[in-house]
């Protein structure tokens, strides 16, 4: 006899919806400052605001486990330490220079296009390492998705002077090191509250990526625009604490199916704020990989025979 379906609440399809305007939102802000600051200035600014909110967010809801006498935070041994540093390595600091290095060479709909390939790449990664089954719908999505990514790569004249190919290549980069860091944080996600867990990630990669672009914010801050201070202040809210904060509730009250499939929503938010606010039109190109790369995620993540969904 299957299992019934879970009942998916509809604050949790506002909270999908949500993310993804947040994710998008992400592309387009991150483009506009990028035409005033460099890469890693930009990062300083928002892992530092990030890692002061999510710590007074994880602080906040500490205070609320206690006194609901819920399992309280743990202290991280040694070897989590490493662990915590390798996965903020990969799932914070690499992933944000890849995308920040690439958007600055391509197009915010290209960049959004081929970060929806990261959940075939994490089951891709977490096959190859034996975590997951290999199926053949599965093998089939990642071959389609595969070759979605090679047509916006412009693999049929590949050319590494070309400043889209190169940013489209960082992007690629981008979404393999967050899926390597989706298939590596599971062993440690179950042992930290959520809050505890992003906040302590964040720090870690801010030992990193503060002192990197900290010197260059500061000698370029006193000549900033209202405006960039604004998108600034706007990434920090919108796109970090607004994005992680929603995806932590929406993880916890929709099945994963459910999820991966929101993902479909980004690119199309992403081209339209795109068109308005940056005069971005896409090309052939991006809408035959778009097609391509949609169909590979949507094969890739579906239930296979045998297997169920449940709230992650």
Known sequence: MSAAP?????????ALFGVQVC???WAISGKLALAHLGVHSILAFRVAGGSLGFLAIAIGAYKISRWRGDPEWRRPTAREWLQLALYAGLGMIANQLFFLHGLRLTTATNAT???TTIPVFTAAIAIMLGRERATAGRLAGLAIALAGVLVLARVDRFDLSDGHVRGNLFIIANSLSYSLFLVFVRDVRARFPPTQLVALLFIVAGLVLVPLGAGGFIAVAPSLTSRTWLTLVFIVLVPTLGAYSLNQYALHHAESSLVALYVYVQPVLVALMAAWLLDERPTWRTGVAA???FTGVGVATRPQRGETTSPR
């Open 6 to 14: 879970v009942s998916t609440p509809r604050s949790a399809h506002l």
């Open 23 to 25: 994710f998008a939102s």
């Open 113 to 115: 296009v081929l970060g």
């Open 291 to 293: 097609a391509l790369v």
